[in-house]
């Protein structure tokens, strides 16, 4: 087998890049009582409760403008579908929101569920979702939240870059690497591919 080695300069230019398949190993925790107290998570439950609440009403509202034209509690999903698709724009218009608003309230409930036990829980995507739906002002506990953990992935990202482009590219690091080329050139050594 004939192999491509890089270049030297290729190879230092390599070197002290990231990689897009490469885990930072700063990368900070996705812990929740790590970025939150007691009480800010507390806040933050009160917060979603009230915007579940308000998407409470507005599903309601949402219903009763929808009519007979929402899904009927006897009538199947397959039996909805192929009515809806036979809908107006205008009608769908009316009939959207009432599944967007369960969606929403959907994901708030996961993100109240995960929450819930802080010692033990795990920043919830789908909090990203929430906040990015309903914006900070809506949810400022939450919105605090996100804004720790992503100045922490800054802090640690910076970091990691600092140390890929401080890796060693001199004359010593180059003969590392040419002895290591040379192993994986040398025929006498078996090797088996595990995919």
Known sequence: MIWNWMSREEWAKHRRSIWADEENPYAPSKRLADYASGPDIQQARAQLKTLWLRLGRELTAAKRAAGALAQQPHESNR???QRYL???T???GLVDP???IRHNRKLINTVLRAITHADH???PWQMW???QTYGGDTLP???QIQ???EEATRVAHDKWQEEVANRPIDDAACEEELKRRHEIENPKIERINVF
């Open 129 to 131: 979702t929430v906040i």
């Open 79 to 81: 039996n909805y579908v």
């Open 141 to 143: 506990a939450l919105r």
């Open 90 to 92: 205008a009608e769908q």
């Open 98 to 100: 009432i599944y967007a």
């Open 86 to 88: 036979a809908l107006s």
């Open 147 to 149: 804004a720790r953990w």
């Open 121 to 123: 829980a795990e920043l």
